[in-house]
């Protein structure tokens, strides 16, 4: 693997694609244990257009120990370093006959245990039980998500589209784009591959057009100790 490559992505693009992290193998066993998962729970969502778990380390226990191989911890540190540490996760499935869309938009809001009037924490929001903030922008500059693949994933199947180098302006209000400038690029990933990628970058996603699913794993990490008693509500 050519990290060297891929930092240089992650730095100028905001992006970047590393496939084979999972063996084939390996991703029909994590299917297997979300499959068998009991899915009457708070943290399970499931709707005609999308099946979703919140808090998926901590919804499905077992997953951990497939998601965090020694491949996927090697990979991270080369790329990042030592010190960060999970703050969300999120399973997605869009069905094969999905209508479901996201808008472009950026990641800008972090899940923490309890709302605590700090300068530089707004807005507050609360959603599940979970309370929600935006962090000063040198917080979400240093993290960074992964999005695990668990199916080929394209432009049929609702693969992201991104807008690279855009998570070097700062916060974007998606109504000032410019699609005339800033050239979108979707990001095809094998499945057991991942997407790494930067908060700030902007992102979307289309409806599903080839009766394909799209199941994905999505982890959040930051290095970043939170101030005056605030804790990452996530923390893994």
């Known amino acids: 693997m050519d990290i060297a490559r891929h930092q240089h992505k992650i730095k100028t693009d905001g992006f970047t694609v590393v496939n084979a992290i999972y063996t084939d193998a390996e991703v029909n066993t994590i299917i297997a244990a979300i499959e068998r998962?009991?899915?009457t729970g708070p943290l399970f969502r499931q709707t005609d257009d999308l099946f979703a778990i919140r808090q998926f380390l901590k919804a499905i226990p077992c997953i951990s120990a497939l998601i965090f191989t020694n491949r996927l911890h090697a990979c991270l540190q080369m790329l990042f370093g030592e010190g960060y540490f999970v703050v969300k996760s999120i399973y997605f499935d869009k069905p094969a006959l999905s209508n479901w869309f996201v808008a472009w938009h950026q990641d800008l809001t972090i899940s923490v245990d309890k709302k605590n009037d700090i300068a530089g924490y707004v807005p507050w929001t609360l959603k599940h039980n979970q309370f929600a903030v935006q962090p000063p922008l040198n917080i979400l500059e240093d993290n960074f998500t992964i999005r695990i693949h668990l199916d080929d994933t394209d432009e049929g199947n609702g693969a992201l589209k991104v807008i690279p180098g855009s998570h070097l302006d700062g916060v974007i209000r998606p109504e000032s784009i410019n699609h005339q400038v800033f050239t979108s690029v979707t990001s095809n990933v094998q499945a057991g591959g991942m997407m790494v990628m930067r908060p700030l970058l902007m992102h979307a996603s289309g409806r599903t057009s080839d009766n394909r699913?799209?199941?994905?794993?999505?982890?959040?990490?930051?290095r970043t100790e939170l101030p005056d008693g605030l804790s990452w509500a996530e923390r893994f």
């Open 37 to 39: 998962a009991d899915k």
């Open 213 to 222: 699913k799209r199941r994905v794993v999505h982890i959040e990490f930051s």
